[in-house]
């Protein structure tokens, strides 16, 4: 039998007809993988247009290759990485050589083992450790066809995997139809059309047409092989002759079904109703097949008419279609009475543990109304689908449920197992929409709160900030009458729209309600009391009740300090350290969102202590959100130390998972942050990029957003010592601060930069200004620092020595190094234009070693200008080498700094050991080393420098 394209003879290669440049393709891809430069592509085209038949030429070619297969079936797309474990199953004896976390995350994916629930991601790394794994052994070669109907969670494995194959030998090709239906953004494609008008008439005078007729049909098809293969034999003998006219042009997908169905109406009735069975299930063995007809009263020989006609084929135990439009066209042809009874007996002989899934979605597509039944399956299906990671699946399935159950609030709480689950899965507008639909549905206070307070959470991650008004805060007090404790958490969500709109009064007065609310306090004042809620015997009270709230709770007292530490108020501060211990426990957030708290306060320790646990913790669970969440914090935890590689570590990491993840606010503030952590290191034109990139996601009204972005961009001309530049950036931040309340200097240390900027343009006054207000303010250590350093900038002469002696005193070295190694190149810098030269070198030579070490080249730089201006020359670090490492190289070379394996480093990136290694070569050539130690004493080298 010759499908979609493929024709015997004629010494075509492989069997085809034509495609002599898809073959090229397909052939340096199959010759590159086994070269280990591992890749991917797929071939788009339209039905028939002959994609099967080049999957089979690849398989032909594959000499030497392991090769996978996998096959999309529609009723599949419902099962969670069905098609990746059709794929994988020839390779789970291999999955013991994997890491135990990647083994047991595919086992468990897979529902044969391991301790869920997994994360998608963690399925997804997994799924490239093993074909990586395997391929060491043999090339590896992987065929999905009709890509565009396997389950979400599968193709987001395999495209995760195609898209960082590099130096594995792993080719995986796809088959799909339109963009729509299989989305594969960075792969290349291979545009499949039809025929030439040579090699289509040639495939039609195969099948007994005139060489008139042929040419005629190959115009009408448009070239498409399986409608010049499959339409003849319902053409009349005069249109095969050249004698009629055909239709111009073919609506061939359709005439290739009702050829197809011109076919099966012939058959006997007993037969077409044993391929509506076939055609509505999923499965193709013939033993359950053999069951399911049995419980129609039918058996397996009424097949044998359909195998005659060609419609249908046996292989082994298998019963295949000939095209996937015979399936297709069976399907819809029967009415809803048979496709039900269809989808009954086969539910009714699905009656495995492992099968439960398929009877679920089989009874539910019977359904013709509410069915507890077919609901409950479902839910139990979507709970499944939760332990394995199929986040897609858990959504579909809770929704199906919920529309079949009949009792309206078991029907709302599946209905919030659907929110969630798409929440989960990045599919946060049709999560939202069906968040409205939730809240018409159920008036219980509990789950009303609950789906309240997500959707503020929602809105705030897809860039919303008008979730909350009057109508969520008087909602939230009138559940607070019988369940104060869901209205003070679903108040307590509404600082996630502050925030955006760095609204600290708003901030202090939802917190300090929902404080109210969850403790009994005073509760009867309203959330938009903002005087009650900045009134200090008040406020002592709400913090003491906190203080007790924080066991059992502690988000809602992290945020109320939170608050409290931004507007100055006292008492944040302790607040904050009292929630220390409650998040010992806890993997939700809270110690991440702490931490941050406690980088404000400067202290540094409690934060890395914090941070440390709960990214264990992420990792241990393979939880991605918290991840990236928390990731992004620890980086900031980082520069602000002046561990500025171990910041860069994290920062690129918490984007890398961000990307994946696809949440716009959280991967701009991760893009954000590793904008600022480049514009540190001194990688000016990456750090702006990432601003640019920043931007085009940053939602609109995201002022913390916009701050940060302009902090990288300010922070970036302050190293560059691109002045001017640096006061238009610093001084909207300010100006926002201001405004929004906050006179917590430590949530962006901008106040000091500034006062900085304005020293070096000769304006002492504003620079004097401004540092009076910080030394009035909180004594942070970082503040002292600033504001010591901005005193010597501006100091009289005479006064130069005592300034900055002072200054430098202000930052010791093991606590601040940059603020120290910044407060020597200013010292010098002063030195230098004081005519004082040897002292200005003793100065700047002290500080380049600290630049150096901490990794921040903008600065050294400038640092060696300013000892080259003495007139001594200082010999220069090969910065140029590390200049050409990519972004990617860069980060691998940090890990590897770190002491991580190969395998460690392939895990934290998403990356396979072999294309790390790949990497860590290219490494090595560029900067003329020859292993790792080498490679940790050159990243940690100090710089050169002569002490006068």
């Known amino acids: 039998m010759v499908t979609g394209g493929a024709a015997a003879g004629d ?58 297969r996998a096959k ?74 009709d890509a565009h109907w396997i389950d979400h969670a599968s193709a987001e494995a395999l495209l995760f995997t195609a898209r960082r194959l590099l130096a594995d030998r792993v080719a995986i090709v796809f088959a799909a139809r339109d963009a729509s239906s299989f989305d594969a953004p960075g792969l290349p494609e291979l545009p499949l059309s039809g025929l030439t008008s040579d090699s289509g008439l040639r495939l039609a005078m195969r099948s007994g047409l005139g060489r008139r007729a042929a040419a005629e049909l190959v115009a009408a098809t448009a070239g498409n092989p399986l409608a010049l293969i499959e339409l003849p034999a319902i053409l009349t003998e005069a249109q095969r002759q050249g004698r009629a006219p055909l239709e111009h042009p073919l609506p061939v997908a359709d005439r290739i079904e009702r050829a197809f169905l011109a076919e099966a109406r012939n058959l006997p009735e007993a037969t077409r109703q044993a391929l509506t069975i076939c055609a509505v299930s999923e499965a193709s063995a013939l033993a359950l097949l053999d069951q399911a007809l ?106 199906r449920a919920a529309r079949l159950t009949p009792d309206p609030e078991r029907r709302a709480s599946r209905l919030y197992g659907a929110v969630r689950a798409w929440t989960n899965a990045g599919s946060g507008v049709h999560a939202m929409a069906l968040a409205d639909e939730l809240l018409a549905l159920t008036q219980r206070g509990d789950l009303r709160c609950q789906i309240k307070a997500l959707q503020v959470h929602l809105a705030q991650q897809h860039g919303g900030t008008d979730t909350v008004d009057e109508t969520y805060l008087a909602e939230a007090e009138a559940y607070a009458r019988t369940d104060p404790v869901s209205a003070g958490k679903m108040m307590s969500a509404a ?50 009740a906190a203080h007790a709230s924080a066991a059992t709770w502690p988000k809602g007292p992290i945020r109320l300090a939170a608050a409290q530490v931004l507007a100055g108020l006292p008492g944040g501060a302790a607040l904050a350290r009292d929630c220390v211990t409650a998040c010992g426990n806890r993997a939700d957030g809270s110690a991440a969102e702490l931490a941050e708290v406690l980088c404000w306060l400067e202290d540094y320790d ?113 190293v560059a010592a691109r002045w001017t530049d640096a006061v238009t950036d610093l001084e909207w931040i300010r100006s926002a601060q201001l405004r929004g309340g906050i006179t917590e200097p430590g949530w962006l240390p901008v106040t000091g930069n500034l006062a900085e900027a304005y020293a070096h343009l000769s304006r002492p006054d504003q620079a004097a200004d401004l540092v009076r207000q910080l030394d ?10 600033a504001v010591a350093r901005v005193q010597g900038l501006i100091a009289a002469e005479r006064g130069l020595d005592d300034a900055f002696a002072t200054a430098l005193a202000a930052c010791d070295p093991a606590v601040l190094p940059l603020e120290r190694a910044r407060t020597l190149l200013c010292y010098g810098q002063r030195l230098r234009r004081a005519k004082r030269r040897r002292d200005a070198r003793r100065q700047l030579h002290a500080a380049l070693p600290l630049f150096e070490a901490i990794g921040a080249q903008g600065w050294a730089r400038r640092c060696r200008a300013e000892i080259n201006a003495t007139g001594r020359q200082t010999p220069s670090r090969d910065d140029h080498a590390t200049g050409q ?36 070569g290219n490494i090595y050539r560029k900067l003329n080393l020859r292993s790792r130690p080498e490679l940790i004493r050159y990243l940690s080298r100090p710089a050169p420098s002569e002490l006068d």
Request: hydrophobic share 45%.
């Open 606 to 718: 409690t934060a890395r202590s914090l941070l440390e646990r709960e990214i264990g913790e992420a990792r241990a669970a393979n939880d991605v959100f918290l991840l990236a969440y928390a990731l992004t914090r620890l980086a900031g935890l980082e520069y602000r130390t002046g561990r500025l590689h171990a910041a860069y570590r994290a920062a690129t990491e918490a984007v890398l998972i961000a990307e994946q993840v696809g949440l716009p606010a959280q991967r701009a503030n991760a893009l954000a942050m590793l904008a600022l952590v480049e514009a540190l290191l001194g990688e000016e034109a990456q750090a702006l990029a990432r601003v640019d990139s920043c931007r085009l996601l940053m939602p609109p009204g995201f002022r913390d957003i916009e701050a940060r972005i302009r902090y990288a961009h300010g922070m970036s001309a302050v």
């Open 776 to 785: 009035a303010g909180t004594g942070r250590i970082t503040t002292r620092a």
């Open 72 to 145: 999309g079936v529609p009723f599949e797309a419902e099962l969670p990485f069905s098609a990746l474990y059709e794929l994988a199953r020839p390779l789970l004896e291999s999955l013991d050589e994997l890491p135990t976390q990647q083994a047991d995350a595919l086992r468990a994916t897979f529902a044969i083992g391991g301790a869920g629930p997994v994360n998608r991601l963690a399925a997804y790394v997994a799924t490239l450790s093993l074909l990586a794994t395997v391929a060491e052994r043999a090339p590896v070669l992987c065929l999905v066809d």
């Open 495 to 544: 600082v996630n729209q502050c925030w955006p709109r760095l609204d600290v009064a708003g901030m202090l007065s939802v917190c300090t309600r929902a404080m109210e609310l969850i403790s009994g306090t005073a509760g009867t004042a309203g959330a938009s009391d903002t005087a009650h809620a900045s009134d200090t015997a008040h406020a002592w009270d709400i913090t003491q």
């Open 11 to 68: 010494g075509e290669d492989g069997g085809l007809v034509g495609r002599a440049s898809e073959r090229r393709r397909l052939d340096e891809l199959l010759a590159a993988a086994d070269q280990g430069r591992g890749g991917a592509l797929v071939i788009r085209g339209a039905a028939g247009v002959g994609k099967t038949a080049l999957l089979e030429y690849c398989c032909a070619r594959a000499d030497g290759m392991r090769v996978l």
């Open 294 to 399: 049995k419980v129609e009263g039918l058996d397996l020989g009424v097949l044998d008419p359909a195998v005659d006609a060609g419609l249908i084929g046996v292989r082994g135990q298998e019963v295949t279609f000939r095209h996937p439009l015979v399936r297709a066209a069976l399907h819809s042809a029967v009415g809803p009475g048979q496709r039900r009874s269809a989808h009954l007996a086969i539910a009714a002989v699905l009656t495995g543990a492992d099968e439960m899934d398929r009877r679920a979605w089989h009874l539910a597509a019977a359904a013709t109304g509410p069915d507890e039944e077919a609901a409950a399956l479902l839910a139990e299906t979507a709970e499944r689908a939760q332990r394995r990671g199929g986040v897609v699946a858990e959504a579909r399935a809770y929704e």
């Open 885 to 920: 490492l990519t972004v990617q190289e860069r980060q691998i070379a940090l890990h590897a700094a770190e002491g991580l394996t190969n395998r460690q480093i392939a895990t934290r990136i998403f990356l396979s050991p072999k294309t790390v290694e790949y990497h860590l």
